[in-house]
């Protein structure tokens, strides 16, 4: 959405002129398609990372606004609550260094923001859910200070028409309800941009649909929300339930959530553009003054400004995006799927990994998703973010036999999916000590079945059997996390607990 926006009511019939925009946006899109006038193949990626802020004694700081003044960067922004940040990386050529580049880079950056953070007694904490959060912080008084959010929760609040509901049963239950989306502000995740052309744009998405709950087994580093045990990778389903604007009514009928795996394999990216105009209803209306086809029958390139705020509307796990550069439209898979952290070089880790691996399941003859039911990979995603590295995936049988069978996710990894990982990273061009170096972590982290997720789990528990309440032992666990994810170390490193006094 990233736009400033001017809060306000809208009428009638600023919908309806809304949703006319948004089909002369489509159509755009589908002339812009066939004219075949997208970027040419140029291998960039993108990264961006949402942050928490807390203090010394691990509980959220509400200070987003005094420290994105102290960083004083454009590489850093404001995100849902006022204890959230979040820093963009300019899009790399996936190639040689990248991925040393991409370290060095976020090292540095997180680093300086940092210390500009303890000037106002709070820290960068780059964690899925943190976990000290508490009911009363995710309230809409701590929302962000920009109209385009306060806009969002009343839009997405009015269309849901009663209160949020949460449920979700993991290892604990946690049930509570919210006026607003603010709950949603706990998720903090890393997106992974890939540009692609149009011809290869099925492809890869169908690739990043069928490894999400890889990504998340290996990945998952979210296990608390308001002081309960619940899933592995808690962020789902807390995100789906958050932006929910459907009554139980309408969830009976069938209607799709904001928040969704999706049902299908896809042949294009113009069908998830036309699904999310023909399912999900306007939540902000606001026109453009351009007229898309009159650009394209004067020979320009139009921005499609209501598609692009629309389907920011729609929280796809792995999201279609059109965007200009430089006046070229391009097209890219955004990837939403992992929680942020524990440090920068598991996030290089588990990135170096999902674009090795989706490179080479995208140029096989017989790819995955032509023997892996789609219903089966939303199994798997399920199964992901509750059991974490623990989990057991559906994939196709290797051979001629056909069908698919339950493998540990671990196994299916280390046997099977760090390979192919390896050849995309080659087929990328990237340096083969850089290669061997990344999904090493990856590899190591299934050896000893160890993730964010498993270490928060077993230090938490370590400290309630050491006599803490258990709000002590989740703010103990944040501290120790702090300094760990500060070293810098991968996490399948850290060690269990805390260190003796």
Known sequence: MGEKVVSGAFAPSDRLAYREKLTQCLTGLERLLSERRFDRPRNLMGLEIELNLAGSDGMPRMRNAEVLQRIASRDFQTELGMFNLEVNIL??????????QLAEELRTGLAYAHRKAAEVDAGIVMIGILPTLGQGDVVPANLSDADRYTLLNDQMAAARGEEFSLDIEGVERLVSTSPSIAPESACTSVQLHLQVTPDRFADVWNAAQAVASVQIALGANSPFLFGKELWRESRPPLFQQATDVRPPELRNQGVRPRTWFGERWISSAYELFEENLRYYPPLLPICDEEDPLRVLDEGGVPSLAELVLHNGTVYRWNRPVYGLAEGVPHLRVENRVLPAGPTVVDVIANAAFYYGLVRALADETRPVWSKLPFGAAAENFDAACRHGIDAELLWPRPGRSGGVAKVPAVKLVRDELLPLAAAGLDAWNIEP????????????????RVNGASWQVDTYHRALEAGLEREGALAATTRRYGELMQAGEPVHTWPVGFPAP
């Open 91 to 100: 899009p790399h050529r996936l190639s040689g260094r990248v991925f040393d």
């Open 433 to 448: 000590s850089d290669r061997d170096h990344y999904l090493g972590i990856i590899e190591e982290r299934c050896r000893l």
